[in-house]
């Protein structure tokens, strides 16, 4: 591959960090928002997806800056511990949730940030599958399915918020939690194999 294209490459690839990172950084203020009005357990969940993606982002740009093997083994590491701690938390709050019977508010907000990050994130992820095998870059290529994953569970939480605040079925909301403990913990396993 010739250097300019390699360099045109990663100039694409930090963008589409860059991208990833605003949009989550903006969408914790809005999920910390909608999930404390609404009490919902998804909401919050995946405010803290949200968090692990800003820190997959910022580790991908770190790795990006040199892409020495023992960097990718490290940012592995990292963006896998991350969703480890994602599955752990989420599954201890889903299970309170429903053997409490908590029943969250509807949440205008979350349905539409939701339904807005799930096509935001299925066309970054995309960008990132792309670029990062046109580079070679195994953490590229990840992080593009981390956020393809943060995609499928903006769509599990907005189906949860849906079926909540159109039917009344309260559960639904904790159980669009455990939709996002078992892609963590699918995740977490696939970033910690490399």
Do not use: C
Request: proline residues 1%; aromatic residues 8%; glycine residues 10%.
């Amino acid at each position: 591959m010739a250097a300019v294209d390699r360099q045109q490459l990663l100039a694409r690839g930090r963008l589409l960090e860059l991208v990833t990172l605003g949009w989550n950084v903006v969408g914790i203020v809005v999920l910390a928002i909608a999930a404390v009005s609404a009490r919902s357990v998804a909401l919050a969940g995946f405010g803290l997806d949200s968090l692990i993606e800003i820190g997959a982002s910022t580790v991908v740009l770190w790795e990006l800056a040199d892409v020495a093997e023992k960097r990718q083994l490290r940012a592995m590491r990292l963006i896998g511990g991350a969703f480890v701690a994602l599955a752990l938390y989420l599954a201890v709050q889903s299970t309170v949730v429903l053997v409490a019977g908590f029943h969250p508010r509807h949440s205008a907000l979350g349905i539409v940030w939701t339904a807005v990050t799930a096509g935001a994130m299925f066309l970054l992820s995309r960008g990132k599958a792309r670029t990062g095998a046109a580079l070679e870059n195994a953490v590229l290529r990840i992080e593009g399915r981390v956020t393809f994953v943060d995609g499928i569970l903006a769509s599990a939480v907005l189906l949860g918020l849906v079926f909540n605040a159109a039917l009344g079925w309260w559960w639904a909301d904790p159980a669009a939690g455990y939709v996002l403990v078992y892609y963590g913990a699918r995740e977490a396993r696939v970033a910690l194999a490399h």
